[in-house]
């Protein structure tokens, strides 16, 4: 029985010590070193090469190395009958946790106001708005979602989420659904992304969405790029409907060079850093998926490929 791992190379030395710690009855196979395909049980991987993974002739799961699984969709020949899991774990939740709410202090404490005022050597107060003044919303109330709008509510703020079902977060209101989504968007003066990219939220965060703001609204962009019809932020931004923006994704990575994202002064630029998923926690969630299966359990944090997360 074995399992073949596929991440970057400087990260594959945390993941194999965690590994043999607590599966040190599988035996780990480093890409590209695959060997006999066929001893092959589970496959924990970012980017696989279209067709690997219907190389496998015993795969009895594929466990994706990050939160969001449309690097595996994006494979043809993805095996449609192998169950698919998710990256839920402790370390990435905790780190999208404490992005979110820097993103959005920075937002309500007029960082980017005092960056552009730091640049001009010039000294000026801005007057402070308390945190029940500020209304903050998630768009993707999931699990990260969940976890941040928890904690922005520690700070104050009033927090609201969207999703596609209701949820139950105490001091988190919940609204669900397309009919429910403008009355979401009109109630948000940060709106944070944190939807999965699927077709039906691919190009979502457009000239029609933003309007919905409220004028003189900003936005967290951490979900993914292609959720967001770049021109149509600029333009929002550039006529003062969006008085900024803190952006982790983008529809192409590495930004390219002559984006007017890196110019713009309303906004900030992080390269897809929000959360990082961390080996010495992760192991141990993927380590219990593997033990359920094996005593013929349902895994957690299973992919419905219908919906497309
Ligand atoms: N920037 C980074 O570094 C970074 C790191 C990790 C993750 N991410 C991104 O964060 C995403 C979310 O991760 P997660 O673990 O929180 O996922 P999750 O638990 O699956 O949550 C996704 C949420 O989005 C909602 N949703 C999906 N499609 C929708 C639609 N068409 N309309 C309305 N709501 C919709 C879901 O609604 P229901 O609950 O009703 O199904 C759910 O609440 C990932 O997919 C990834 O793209 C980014």
Not at 141 to 146: A, Q
Not at 165 to 179: D, F, H, L, N, P
Not at 191 to 208: G, N, R
Not at 213 to 224: H, N, T
Request: proline fraction near 7%; hydrophobic fraction near 45%; glycine fraction near 10%.
């Amino acid at each position: 029985m074995a399992l073949i791992f596929k991440t970057d190379i400087e990260r594959g030395g945390a993941w194999r010590a965690a590994f043999a710690k607590q599966l040190p009855d599988v035996e780990l196979r480093l890409w590209p070193e695959v060997g006999a395909a066929e001893e092959i049980e589970y496959a924990v991987v970012w980017q696989p090469p279209a067709g690997f993974l219907a190389s496998l002739p015993n795969l009895k799961a594929v466990f994706s190395i990050g939160a969001g699984i449309d690097h595996l969709l994006a494979d043809p020949e993805l095996p449609r009958g192998v169950p698919i899991i998710r990256m839920v774990e402790p370390g990435l939740t905790v780190g999208m946790t404490q992005f979110v709410v820097m993103a959005c202090l920075m937002l309500h404490r007029s960082m980017i106001d005092y960056r552009n005022q730091q640049v001009a050597h010039h000294w000026e107060e801005i007057s402070q708005e308390p945190p029940e003044n500020r209304r903050i919303g998630i768009i993707g109330l999931g699990h990260l979602g969940g976890e941040a709008a928890k904690a922005l509510r520690g700070f104050g703020f009033p927090v609201s989420g969207w999703s596609r079902s209701r949820k139950q977060i105490e001091g988190v209101t919940s609204y669900a659904g397309e009919e429910e989504l403008s009355d979401f968007l009109a109630r948000t003066d940060i709106l944070v992304s944190l939807l999965p990219l699927t077709p039906q939220t691919e190009d979502m965060i457009d000239a029609k969405l933003l309007s919905g703001l409220p004028k003189g609204a900003s936005f967290v962009s951490a979900g993914r790029g292609r959720q967001v019809v770049e021109e149509d932020l600029l333009a929002a931004l550039d006529s003062g409907q969006l008085s900024g923006a803190v952006l982790d994704v983008f529809r192409e990575e590495p930004l390219p060079k002559d984006s007017r994202f890196w110019d713009h002064p309303r906004v900030i630029v992080l390269p897809h850093v929000a959360s990082m998923t961390n080996p010495a926690t992760a192991v141990g969630s993927i380590v219990e998926n593997i033990r359920r299966i094996q005593r013929g359990e349902a895994p957690l944090h299973q992919v419905d490929l219908e919906k497309g997360y």
